[in-house]
């Protein structure tokens, strides 16, 4: 019923053309009518173009005449199939056919797609010419019969590879020449004519761009994830791949948003902590925001203590803030220390100013009046420590505070190191020249005379790599004599 109608439709458009007399819709350099033979080169070759830069299943479909035989086309029927790109069949994949525009005024439209044989016939017929005569990119006349745009599936987990090729002959093409005699494509130019096929293949992984912006201090960088390692991504990503994201803040920021924007303009805030990891399924655009650092740390005096600047007896104080504690003497007594909350002497000065680097709890230390008051030298390391990310590692920051009374002469601080495991059973030979598991002690000297001290443990690589230090202070006394003493306890820091 389809053919029928199809010819009945064709013969309408044969006669009407014959009353056309042919005008510019023809090639201007064709004067003379051409007669074609069976040993003819055909004049026709079916051209294919990737129809979205982003999507290699999206292909636009066309047949394009010789500009040197051009013909009118009000009617044709082709068929199209899928081919592997080494020509073997394809199988399992549906194909749609979306028409083009220029054939919205045609009598007769329909694509037919058969899922066994992987084939689509197509079927247009009306009763005006269809060719379109156009410049393709370098200026040439191009005779264009349009199609349509043509739309594959794909298939997950294998190479999604395919090109579009004519099944067999190109079936009922029929044309209408410049003599207005109508020419039918098998009759024209043998039965067994091939269109040629300009052989694109489709269905190849994509690469996405992947637009990366910063708000803040920071940087951020993007690498694929393979089987044999990782690699940068910015010459762009393939189609489901997978994308992880290193955020690294500068000092005194911290990463406070990642967002990712798809093709749809459609925002998704990726969670933080651990790995940024996404698959790549479209355009996607990167978006970190750092901000400032706005660390506060508790400083609280105990009895008989005061922190100068308020009568509050707890105030908060922003990182390396410089915090002073005053002690008020009660009658019959006389100042000795500060003393933190392990118990540590932290000064013999009873007005005593620091920066403040974590919470501490201070409190003023008092003996009788006609007491004899004795001051050794101390050493003491604070209980936090800091991990700032530095070039895809990281450094570690142990700080910590000495007191060195009058009577006695510093001559070295800093910290040993060590990435055993440390507790009170081993502790003791945590000292320098030590071992620890039979791993040698590291020691990291603080230059200064400072008595507040910062130790830093530069380039530690992230996933779990653990220091322990411990604060160390080497003096001379009275005497002469050089003594050692350590800190009582022990920091251990672990990269994420």
Request: proline residues 3%; charged residues 25%; contains cysteine.
């Amino acid at each position: 019923m389809r053919k029928t109608r199809f010819i009945a439709l064709l013969l309408v458009a044969i006669l009407t053309f014959f009353c056309i007399t042919p005008a510019a819709t023809y090639a201007a350099e064709v004067s003379e009518t051409t007669t074609e033979t069976t040993d003819s080169p055909a004049p026709y070759s079916l051209k294919t173009k990737q129809a979205d830069e982003y999507d290699a299943n999206t292909v636009q479909v066309w047949l394009e005449l010789d500009p040197e035989k051009a013909e009118s086309v009000a009617s044709y029927q082709i068929a199209l199939q899928l081919m592997s790109g080494d020509g073997s069949a394809v199988t399992g994949r549906d194909m749609k056919l979306t028409f083009d525009k220029a054939l919205d005024k045609v009598k007769i439209k329909e694509a037919n797609f058969n899922p066994d044989t992987q084939i689509m016939q197509v079927y247009v017929a009306g009763t005006e010419n269809l060719v379109q005569i156009t410049k393709d990119e370098n200026g040439n006349t191009v005779n264009k019969l349009p199609i349509g745009t043509l739309k594959v599936e794909k298939l997950e987990g294998i190479k999604n590879t395919f090109k579009i090729v004519l099944s067999g002959n190109t079936g009922d093409l029929t044309t209408v020449g410049l003599n207005m005699d109508s020419i039918n494509a098998a009759e024209a130019y043998g039965v067994d004519f091939v269109i040629p096929v300009d052989g694109a293949v489709y269905g190849e992984p994509v690469r996405f761009p992947l637009d990366i912006k910063v708000e803040g201090k920071g940087t951020v960088k993007a690498y694929v994830v393979e089987d044999d390692g990782e690699k940068s991504a910015d010459s762009g990503v393939y189609e489901n791949s997978v994308v992880r994201l290193n955020a690294t803040p500068a000092q005194g920021y911290r990463l406070a948003e990642i967002t990712l924007t798809d093709n749809l303009n459609k925002e998704h805030k990726v969670e933080l902590g651990g790995d940024f990891k996404f698959t790549m399924s479209s355009v996607i655009g990167v978006k970190a925001k750092f901000e400032e650092m706005e660390e506060t740390y508790a400083v609280t005096v105990g009895e008989n203590g005061a922190i100068i600047g308020t009568s509050e007896s707890a105030v908060r104080f922003k990182s390396r803030a410089v915090a002073s504690v005053t002690a008020k003497v009660p009658e019959g007594k006389q100042f000795s220390c500060w003393r933190n909350e392990k118990n540590d002497i932290v000064s013999y000065n009873s007005t005593y100013s620091f920066a403040v680097v974590s919470d501490v709890t201070l409190t003023p230390e008092f003996i009788d009046k006609n007491a004899e008051k004795t001051e050794l030298p101390s050493i003491v390391l604070n209980a936090t420590g800091t991990m700032v990310p530095l070039n895809g590692k990281y450094r570690m920051g142990y700080s910590g505070v000495c007191s060195v009374p009058k009577g006695y002469k510093l001559v070295q601080r800093g910290i040993v190191l060590t990435n055993q495991a440390i507790d009170e059973n081993n502790i003791d030979e945590f000292v320098i020249d030590g071992k620890i598991n039979n791993v040698k002690v590291a020691k990291c000297t603080v230059s200064g005379t400072n008595a507040q001290f910062i130790a830093n443990v530069n380039n530690v690589a992230k996933g779990g790599q653990s220091r322990t230090a411990r604060a160390f202070m080497i003096y001379t006394d009275s005497k002469g004599e050089t003594n050692t003493v350590y800190s009582a306890n022990a920091v251990t820091l672990t990269t994420p």
